[in-house]
Nanobody
Framework: QVQLVESGGGLVQAGDSLRLSCAAS????????KAWFRRAPGKEREFVAA????????DYADSVKGRFTMSRDNAKNTVYLQMNTLKPEDTAVYYC????????????????????WGQGTQVTVSS
């Protein structure tokens, strides 16, 4: 079993930055693909960013490209989401997910491809 714990959310103003962390514990492996999703009030969970477990390459939703950066520290079993130039529409609960098997890039965008989830961290961006 793998446990994921997100942290780093908060209330900020538009244009500010935040860095989210997702620490993994349990039977985890740095080879697991990991991703960030978010859910805004009244909306479905949507893909934000992912990082390949094997290569470390990243992929982003168009809405965050150029503003958000996902990275990882394998020694700490932790992934990060650096969020810059935040906008009110970034307001959501942000969730970290991990996939046990090899995840094709085309599958990054689908929540049901991930086996483990954290409890989420709230990000609120005021205008």
């Amino acid at each position: 079993q793998v446990q994921l714990v997100e942290s780093g959310g908060g209330l900020v103003q538009a244009g500010d930055s935040l860095r989210l962390s997702c620490a993994a514990s349990g039977r985890t492996s740095s080879s697991y693909a990991k991703a960030w999703f978010r859910r805004a009030p009244g909306k479905e969970r949507e893909f934000v960013a992912a990082i390949s477990g094997s290569t470390g390459t990243t992929d982003y939703a168009d809405s965050v490209k150029g503003r958000f950066t996902m990275s990882r520290d394998n020694a700490k079993n932790t992934v990060y989401l650096q969020m810059n130039t935040l906008k009110p529409e970034d307001t959501a609960v942000y969730y970290c997910g991990a996939a046990r098997g090899i995840l094709l890039r085309s599958s990054y965008y689908y929540p049901n491809k991930y086996d483990y989830w954290g409890q989420g961290t709230q990000v609120t961006v005021s205008s």
